[in-house]
């Protein structure tokens, strides 16, 4: 069963995703499932795992890629937290998760 922060992290995914267009974004789950093993809705759990294939298929272009999964985030959950730079993408993420 998916918790409710699991639920919104996911949804922020999906909406930050489909800036890529609709295929596109399914190609990117079905990469995270066939390389990583990453159901869709396994990733909140295993963000590790999503921001190695990110980088994986978009190179330092994931990295506009996971700002704009902030900025989703932070309108779901209707919050604006300071991001400091010197942390990295799950580290955001669960400190996004924490006010979900």
Do not use: T, W
Not at 38 to 57: R, V, Y
Request: glycine letters at 6%; proline letters at 2%.
């Amino acid at each position: 069963m998916v918790d409710r922060a699991d639920r919104v992290v996911m949804d922020a995914i999906d909406e930050a995703l489909s800036i890529l267009g609709n295929k596109a974004k399914e190609a990117v789950y079905y990469f995270m499932e066939r390389e990583y093993g990453l159901q869709k809705e396994d990733i909140p759990s295993n963000l590790k795992n999503f921001h190695d294939g990110l980088h994986m298929l978009f190179g330092v272009g994931a990295n506009i890629i996971e700002k704009h999964i902030y900025n989703c985030l932070q309108n779901r959950i209707g919050i604006r937290a300071r991001i400091e730079p010197e942390l990295d993408f799950i580290e955001v993420l669960n400190k996004l998760r924490s006010f979900a």
